[in-house]
């Protein structure tokens, strides 16, 4: 299993840090797709339903935080940015922080690219 350390930018480390716990995360393996928020959100996603993963501009405006989105999309973000998209068929049940169904998961890792 190979973890992948959101990034965080200055407002993220004096708001969300402090009240999380841990830092947020993305561990792949086993099969899934596994994004840790603390307890503002987390996602299971099974790589089997993944379609499609490119990278997706994260505005300053978007916030930070677990987003919500148009288009069954949530987002994992601890700072405006580049972040990975999933595209998935059909819906995964994550919280955000409340249960909800997403189509797309944008995750914040600190590395797009790996």
Same mark, same amino acid.
């Given at each position: 299993?190979?973890?992948?350390?959101?990034?965080?930018?200055?407002?993220?480390?004096?708001?969300?840090?402090?009240?999380?716990? #841990?830092?947020?995360?993305?561990?792949?393996?086993?099969?899934?797709?596994?994004?840790?928020?603390?307890?503002?959100?987390?996602?299971?996603?099974?790589?089997?339903?993944?379609?499609?993963?490119?990278?997706?501009?994260?505005?300053?405006?978007?916030?930070?935080?677990?987003?919500?989105?148009?288009?069954?999309?949530?987002?994992?973000?601890?700072?405006?940015?580049?972040?990975?998209?999933?595209?998935?068929?059909? #819906?995964?049940?994550?919280?955000?922080?409340?249960?909800?169904?997403?189509?797309?998961?944008?995750?914040?890792?600190?590395?797009?690219?790996?």
């Amino acid at each position: 299993m190979s973890r992948h350390d959101l990034r965080i930018g200055r407002p993220g480390r004096l708001f969300i840090l402090p009240i999380l716990w #841990t830092r947020p995360h993305a561990e792949v393996g086993d099969g899934f797709v596994r994004v840790r928020f603390g307890w503002l959100g987390r996602a299971d996603v099974p790589v089997a339903s993944i379609v499609a993963a490119r990278s997706f501009p994260w505005p300053w405006w978007g916030g930070i935080g677990v987003r919500l989105g148009g288009g069954g999309l949530v987002a994992y973000m601890a700072r405006s940015g580049v972040g990975a998209m999933l595209e998935l068929e059909g #819906t995964c049940r994550v919280r955000a922080p409340l249960p909800w169904s997403a189509r797309r998961i944008l995750i914040g890792v600190e590395d797009v690219e790996g």
